[in-house]
């Protein structure tokens, strides 16, 4: 099942903040000339000996478009036994962006359907597995996918890919994909961060002053990606499974993705 929809404000925390026991933070904020992508570096992985916590990329480039994940990243087996295949959701992504290089909305639903079929032969060799991590968050989402880039149009826009567990006809593994348009304000995947961008806590006036006064020793022509870094820092500060070091790119309509931070990430 797939809904498109367009959310804005007070509906974005809703439905798009997630608190996971595998959480990150994605940060995307668009403009008509400029969209800039941040995410941490801290990785975690369920059921393997090798569980971390690991730095690892979590942004792939595609020319002017790219994708974010967050949630579970990869698959990888613990036992020579196991008959659930491995997959990778950023490998995932760099196919379907090969598949579709001028087409973002049908890159993000081949993303989406592969990583949905992953969780589906996931579910029916080892339902209890997958029960347990989609019970992480409330919305039962599995993995994330964040695509943005320009459209047919030459409009920004950022696709939000969801693959979660339905409770409601099964259990069955399901998707959904809401598309959303620039605003001021950033866009995040963690419940935290989307706080810290708009909430009305005493940690989000918290972060506001802090920045108001670290932003003020930053150069002026850094400071807008330089926000985002912060947001995910001061997340970190709340939720330990989101990392500190954030790799950053900026992307601009007819011009190839740029690295404005990079700590982990291949460069294409």
């Given at each position: 099942?797939?809904?498109?929809?367009?959310?804005?404000?007070?509906?974005?925390?809703?439905?798009?903040?997630?608190?996971?026991?595998?959480?990150?933070?994605?940060?995307?904020?668009?403009?008509?000339?400029?969209?800039?992508?941040?995410?941490?570096?801290?990785?975690?992985?369920?059921?393997?000996?090798?569980?971390?916590?690991?730095?690892?990329?979590?942004?792939?480039?595609?020319?002017?478009?790219?994708?974010?994940?967050?949630?579970?990243?990869?698959?990888?087996?613990?036992?020579?036994?196991?008959?659930?295949?491995?997959?990778?959701?950023?490998?995932?992504?760099?196919?379907?962006?090969?598949?579709?290089?001028?087409?973002?909305?049908?890159?993000?639903?081949?993303?989406?359907?592969?990583?949905?079929?992953?969780?589906?032969?996931?579910?029916?060799?080892?339902?209890?597995r997958v029960r347990e991590l989609a019970s992480?968050?409330?919305?039962?989402?599995?993995?994330?996918?964040?695509?943005?880039?320009?459209?047919?149009?030459?409009?920004?826009?950022?696709?939000?890919?969801?693959?979660?567990?339905?409770?409601?006809?099964?259990?069955?593994?399901?998707?959904?994909?809401?598309?959303l348009s620039p605003r001021t304000l950033p866009?995040?995947?963690?419940?935290?961060?989307?706080?810290?961008?708009?909430?009305?806590?005493?940690?989000?006036?918290?972060?506001?002053?802090?920045?108001?006064?670290?932003?003020?020793?930053?150069?002026?022509?850094?400071?807008?990606?330089?926000?985002?870094?912060?947001?995910?820092?001061?997340?970190?500060?709340?939720?330990?499974?989101?990392?500190?070091?954030?790799?950053?790119?900026?992307?601009?309509?007819?011009?190839?993705?740029?690295?404005?931070?990079?700590?982990?990430?291949?460069?294409?």
């Amino acid at each position: 099942m797939r809904r498109n929809l367009t959310l804005v404000f007070t509906a974005v925390f809703v439905l798009l903040g997630l608190n996971s026991a595998v959480a990150t933070s994605v940060v995307v904020r668009m403009s008509e000339k400029r969209i800039t992508l941040a995410a941490d570096a801290l990785a975690r992985r369920r059921y393997t000996d090798a569980s971390g916590p690991y730095n690892a990329c979590k942004i792939v480039s595609s020319g002017n478009a790219a994708f974010a994940v967050a949630g579970n990243i990869d698959y990888q087996k613990t036992d020579p036994m196991d008959t659930v295949a491995e997959w990778d959701a950023r490998v995932d992504a760099r196919q379907s962006f090969g598949l579709h290089p001028s087409d973002l909305y049908a890159a993000a639903h081949e993303w989406a359907a592969r990583a949905a079929q992953h969780y589906s032969s996931f579910l029916a060799a080892q339902p209890g597995r997958v029960r347990e991590l989609a019970s992480a968050n409330p919305q039962h989402v599995l993995v994330l996918g964040t695509f943005t880039g320009w459209d047919a149009r030459k409009s920004p826009v950022l696709i939000f890919e969801w693959v979660y567990l339905s409770l409601m006809n099964g259990p069955v593994v399901e998707t959904k994909e809401f598309v959303l348009s620039p605003r001021t304000l950033p866009y995040t995947t963690n419940a935290t961060t989307q706080e810290l961008i708009e909430g009305n806590s005493p940690r989000t006036v918290k972060t506001l002053m802090n920045w108001q006064a670290a932003s003020s020793k930053l150069p002026p022509r850094e400071q807008h990606w330089r926000w985002l870094e912060f947001l995910i820092q001061s997340t970190s500060e709340y939720d330990d499974t989101v990392g500190r070091e954030v790799n950053v790119l900026e992307l601009a309509p007819g011009a190839a993705s740029r690295w404005l931070q990079n700590f982990n990430c291949t460069v294409p």
